[in-house]
């Protein structure tokens, strides 16, 4: 498959290796980490709106 | 009062509350410890006098720790009767925690504090308590003592040869022998037997007799009073026939019992062999021929058809069919492959095929040799009533001389017989008492039993299990592995659109690759179908969701509703419902959406056992109530308690609440037998009276339990406890045919009838009797070699439905 941007912290992410994906209104989303998945999944509107906040904090 | 003080090293204590468990424990028994948490060193200070090492060992272990200890197997050269005594005097030397003798195989194990104490002096200390002892290497168990056959063949000749002239001599059928020759005869068979007249006249020394004493005593009466008359100080016919056949007879059918103890150990020699030889392991990109112990764990083996497996570990190529019997002690070969990642167990054969297998274990870690260790182990516990015998033995041999001697001076003063005559009596006592069968009686059918449950796929670890498992008024089974086949299997794919091939298609297709236990069930179902499959073009997993995977171009989603919901595809609300009453009924649901539909939901259950219902309702049948225990949701346990007719249900628990709970019905005074898992199930276990295990058929060394069904089928559990009660029958009748023997013989022996019905019990008749009545006990113990439970019916082994499926 490839490359796809993680839509938390905007890096590229390889789609086949990645254990973290969430899935959203029918379309799946790859993460670079657990930690910009939890973030993703809290809130997938206010990133998906925004675009890649660069690496979550807190 | 001196106070002993002993340095021990105690296992497993981490933080202050430890010491503080173990010191209120030890202070139970008057006994307190200091001891250094880092380092576990600790120096235990008690009254000798009142508590033994092994006390203060125990209570340590009831608090949940235990002392370091080391190990020594001695063979002891000891006859039955003086088991206690020599257990007792070993037991009380410095620094030695337990010691346990087999008579069955005439090895003693013994326990020690390695920090005050080493193997040697043990050696010099129980050598210096005079007993002839030896210690044991593993390789050298085999070489017993043994006489040459022609030693008990010759005396057995000589001793019957004397009889018989003697008998129709008496007749008048023959002419008198000259007078030298039986006096030579005797002389010649007490020579020949000199080691077991030794070893009576030791054991007395000791004050300890035994059978060998009593018939050494005998003899000598005899001989004596045969040298008496010779002298010319009595007269009456020679006594010499009397040595020379009491010690021929014992001599020849003391050989005869040896030799079929020995038969009953060779089956476990048998499977301590099948673990050697050489296998090819493949190193460096060669195949090397090295033997089974020099293979290293992680390297791989190669096997071909007709072989035995000499290495634990995980077949990764090849198939084959491999004969388990030896674990599981059924015939019938399992299917075995690489695709499954098949464990194979050292000892086991490769009927067919040809497999490549990693190792995991070798040598003395494989599970075949924990097996043989375990046994070896069993026959050194004393079931309750052995132990009763052991202490009746120990007075007998005693009672006997006495009476004996009683006897003599009755005859000889009020009887009105010759002083020859009246030793004749006395000597008859003596070679007529057979203690023997007392002290092995019970201990021979333990160790057999031990090795009959071997073959019926039942590793019992302590010999009281077969005792205890009797007594059990309560029995708890854990649900998932015990009761149920412990691995999810789907039950029903339930159509909800479109054609079922058509979706079954896609289902196994999006499961081809997975790994996910609930995966490899739907893939079983799949392969069982013989469905075929496409390679998915796309395959996305989400851990505890689901797939996703394009199959020809289509999306497959197969997994939560969560997962469906997130996809945006909507779930009907006859499927949910449908899945929420599956889902009370303790089965895993989860649904497949093919093109953006829900098209099926897949019903996945832990099968309950072909063979759970027989073996609840056996234990139910007796009286005993069955209770299931497990961290299941209630709904499962329910739904399975009422399929198998279970008493009670437990449900929720974790492994400490089973625990608790064996623990609080044991103190309503309820004796538990817990059947679990080896190794989740542990705390139960061992809190249980009887602790059994479920063989998971991995490794059995980690599993904790008096007991495990390493045939992995519930149903050996109803083989041991009937094993178990064939036990108890063969001991007692043992033991009752012992006392019965004893109690109308020495009469008869001493002469009771001799007055009014002229029946006088000669020595030599008294020692063959008494060898009889031996050699009957060991064959009633070894007939339980022969026992089988019953045919069972083909396929009730677990699994069965997959290996069938090849077949």
């Known amino acids: ?58 | 009062m001196a106070l002993a003080r002993e340095k021990v090293r105690v296992v497993g204590v981490d933080c202050p509350t430890c010491v503080l468990a173990i010191q209120k424990s030890l202070s139970r028994i008057g006994a307190s410890m200091d001891i250094d948490i880092a380092t576990g060193e600790a120096v235990v200070v008690y009254d000798p006098s009142r508590t033994l090492l092994s006390d203060v060992s125990r209570a340590v272990r009831e608090a949940g720790y235990d002392l370091e200890k080391g190990s020594l197997t001695l063979s002891v050269e000891l006859e039955p009767e003086e088991a206690l005594t020599f257990e007792k005097k070993v037991s009380r030397l410095r620094g030695v925690f337990s010691c346990h003798f087999s008579p069955a195989s005439g090895l003693a194990k013994i326990t020690y504090n390695p920090l005050t104490t080493t193997p040697r002096e043990i050696l010099e200390a129980v050598r210096g308590l005079g007993y002839a002892v030896q210690e044991v290497q593993e390789a050298e168990r085999r070489a017993e003592r043994e006489k040459p056959t022609w030693i008990p063949l010759l005396s057995f000749s000589l001793g019957l040869f004397a009889v018989v002239y003697h008998a129709l001599e008496s007749f008048g059928l023959t002419p008198p022998l000259p007078t030298p020759v039986l006096p030579v005869v005797a002389t010649v068979v007490i020579l020949l037997n000199l080691d077991l007249v030794a070893r009576g006249v030791r054991s007395l020394a000791r004050l300890a007799p035994t059978m060998e004493s009593l018939v050494t005593l005998s003899s000598l009466v005899a001989y004596a009073a045969g040298v008496a008359s010779l002298l010319g100080y009595q007269h009456g016919s020679g006594m010499f026939e009397v040595p020379a056949g009491v010690l021929g007879f014992v001599s020849a059918g003391r050989y005869i019992e040896d030799r079929m103890r020995k038969r009953a150990f060779d089956y476990l020699y048998a499977l301590a062999s099948s673990q050697a030889g050489k296998v090819r392991v493949l190193r460096g990109g060669e195949v090397k021929v090295v033997e089974a112990d020099e293979v290293k764990p992680g390297e791989v083996v190669e096997v071909r058809a007709g072989e035995r497996i000499l290495v634990d570990g995980v077949v990764v190529e090849g198939w084959g069919y491999v004969d388990e019997s030896t674990f599981t002690g059924e015939p019938t070969p399992v299917f075995k492959s690489s695709e499954r990642r098949d464990v194979v167990l050292s000892g086991t054969v490769l009927v067919s095929g040809f497999i490549k297998v990693r190792a995991t274990r070798v040598g003395r870690d494989t599970s075949l040799a924990h097996v043989i260790e375990s046994v070896r182990e069993a026959q050194f516990y004393k079931p309750r009533f052995q132990r009763l015998a052991d202490r009746v033995v120990g007075y007998l041999t005693w009672a006997v001389i006495a009476l004996s001697v009683a006897v003599f001076a009755y005859w000889a003063a009020l009887g009105g017989v010759s002083v020859g005559e009246a030793a004749l009596f006395a000597a008859a006592v003596l070679a007529v008492t057979c203690p023997c069968p007392l002290g092995i009686a019970v201990p021979l059918v333990v160790a057999i039993a031990t090795i009959s449950a071997t073959k019926l796929g039942v590793l019992v670890r302590r010999g009281d299990v077969f005792e205890r498992i009797l007594a059990a008024d309560t029995v708890i089974f854990d649900k998932t592995g015990t009761l149920t086949v412990g691995k999810p299997a789907v039950q029903e794919v339930v159509l909800l659109d479109g054609s079922a091939e058509h979706v079954l298609k896609y289902l196994c297709s999006a499961e081809y690759r997975s790994e996910h236990p609930l995966a490899a069930a739907v893939r079983e179902y799949c392969s069982e179908r013989g469905l075929e499959l496409a390679e998915p073009e796309r395959y996305e997993h989400f851990p505890g969701l689901g797939v996703l995977a394009r199959v020809d171009g289509v999306d497959v989603v197969v997994g939560s509703r969560k997962l469906l919901e997130a996809f945006g595809i909507q779930v009907a609300l006859e499927a949910e419902q449908r899945a929420s009453e599956e889902l009370r009924r303790g089965s895993t649901v989860f649904y497949v959406a093919v093109g953006g539909r829900v098209s099926a939901l897949v019903v996945v259950r832990d099968r309950v056992r072909e063979e759970a219902a027989g073996v609840v309702s056996f234990f139910r049948e007796r009286g005993v109530r069955a209770i299931l225990a497990t961290g299941d949701s209630k709904g499962a346990a329910e739904s399975i308690s009422a399929e198998l007719g279970i008493d009670e249900v437990h449900a929720e628990l974790r492994p400490e609440d089973k625990a608790e709970l064996v623990e609080e019905l044991q103190q309503q005074g309820r004796k538990v037998l817990f059947v679990g898992d080896g190794v989740n199930d542990a705390p139960a276990l061992s809190k249980a009276l009887v602790g059994v295990a479920m063989g998971s058929g991995a490794d059995i060394s980690k599993e904790a339990g008096d007991a495990v069904l390493t045939s992995g089928n519930l149903e050996s559990l109803v083989d041991l406890y009937r094993l178990s009660s064939l036990v108890r029958r063969k001991a007692l009748q043992n033991l009752a045919w012992a006392f019965a023997y004893n109690a109308i013989l020495v009469p008869v022996a001493a002469g009771a009838f001799w007055k009014t019905l002229g029946v006088m019990l000669r020595p030599e008749f008294a020692a063959a009797a008494m060898m009889a009545s031996d050699i009957t006990v060991v064959a009633n113990a070894l007939s339980m070699l022969r026992w089988r439970p019953r045919v069972r019916a083909p396929g009730a082994r677990p699994g069965g439905s997959a290996d069938s499926s090849h077949a």
């Open chain 1, 1 to 58: 498959m490839g490359k796809a941007v993680d839509p938390v912290c905007g890096m590229e992410v390889d789609t086949e290796r990645t254990p973290y994906r969430s899935v959203y209104k029918g379309s799946v989303y790859y993460f670079c980490s657990q930690h910009c998945k939890k973030a993703f999944e809290k809130d997938p509107g206010f990133y998906l709106k925004h675009g890649p906040a660069g690496m979550p904090h807190g």
